[in-house]
């Protein structure tokens, strides 16, 4: 099993920034990709970015060139780096991870709220 502890939501207003945290622990020796994911409310959960432990990244078109996932393989952490942030941006935050694809192992998730 692989346990994921978030941090780092909170509130902010438009065109701020934020830093999510993803610590991961366990066995963590199966996982190659993390990544994040949001749900806003009344709307389906979807893929912000992820990224592998080769380095290769992935984003939702509506935060590429405003979010950065990065990745320390050797705290076995996963970062997204969130700029110029948006009201459409507020959802609860997960981080994800898996073998191949990161959705077999979930974090509790952190809300994030962007005001206009």
């Known amino acids: 099993q692989v346990q994921l502890v978030e941090s780092g939501g909170g509130l902010v207003q438009a065109g701020g920034s934020l830093r999510l945290s993803c610590a991961a622990s366990?066995?963590?020796?199966?996982?190659?990709?993390m990544g994040w994911y949001r749900q806003a409310p009344g709307k389906q959960r979807e893929l912000v970015a992820a990224?592998?432990?080769?380095?290769?990244?992935k984003y939702a078109d509506s935060v590429k060139g405003r979010f950065t996932i990065s990745r320390d393989n050797a705290k076995n952490t996963v970062f997204l780096q969130m700029n110029s942030l948006k009201p459409e941006d507020t959802a609860v935050y997960y981080c994800?991870?898996?073998?191949?694809?990161?959705?077999?192992?979930w974090g509790q998730g952190t809300q994030v709220t962007v005001s206009s």
């Open positions: 990224i592998t432990s080769g380095g290769s990244t």
């Open positions: 366990g066995s963590i020796r199966s996982i190659n990709s």
């Open positions: 994800a991870a898996g073998p191949i694809r990161p959705r077999d192992y």
